[in-house]
């Protein structure tokens, strides 16, 4: 029979968030280039008619900014 694993203190959370933030690079810069252009991307759609039932479908999709 294993011994109960010991409780978790806030110096243990403190420790691992502070090895973290000195081996990581926080944000990447991807996620930084995303979050400064997410606001002015957009999702375009081409919408097309069939001729028999006269009903609107999407042709083409794709994203612009």
């Known amino acids: 029979m294993a011994p109960a694993p010991g409780r978790i203190t806030q110096k243990d959370i403190d420790g691992a968030v502070l090895h973290t933030l000195e081996t990581q690079t926080l944000p990447s810069p991807a996620a930084k280039a ?27 999709v794709g994203t612009g900014s």
């Open 34 to 60: 995303y979050e400064a252009i997410r606001p002015s991307v957009v999702r375009v759609r081409g919408l097309d008619t069939d001729a028999d039932r006269n009903n609107e479908y999407e042709k083409s």
